[in-house]
Nanobody, 117 residues
Framework: QVQLVESGGGLVPPGGSLRLSCLAS????????MKWYRQSPGKGLEWVST?????????????TYADSVKGRFITSRDNLKNTVYLQMNNLKPEDTARYYC?????RGQGTQVTVSS
């Protein structure tokens, strides 16, 4: 069955950086677009980014981002490692949330990111 396991969250001061990872199994990873979502307490699930299936050694995968993270977050994938990443830079307190990776209707358990001084 599909399994998605996120890691890399933690406590970071404003302006800091974190890199989240999501290890996927149970499906043909390279054939599926992957998404990151986040959810803050009392708020709904917010889409963060999507990375497509296209791309190869010579061309980057297509990526799209929510306006709230554009220019600060970068998503990438390594199809040999069945892993998708979310590099988060210049973090702000409003980025505090539980972050989830997703494939179709499947979602992992998430990893907590807290941005605070």
């Amino acid at each position: 069955q599909v399994q998605l396991v996120e890691s890399g969250g933690g406590l970071v001061p404003p302006g800091g950086s974190l890199r989240l990872s999501c290890l996927a199994s149970g499906f043909a990873f390279s054939r599926y677009a992957m998404k990151w979502y986040r959810q803050s307490p009392g708020k709904g699930l917010e889409w963060v980014s999507t990375i497509s299936t296209d791309g190869d050694a010579y061309k980057d995968h297509s990526t799209t981002y929510a306006d709230s993270v554009k220019g600060r977050f970068i998503t990438s994938r390594d199809n040999l490692k069945n892993t998708v990443y979310l590099q988060m830079n210049n973090l702000k307190p409003e980025d505090t949330a539980r972050y989830y990776c997703s494939m179709g209707q499947s979602r992992g358990q998430g990893t907590q990111v807290t941005v605070s001084s």
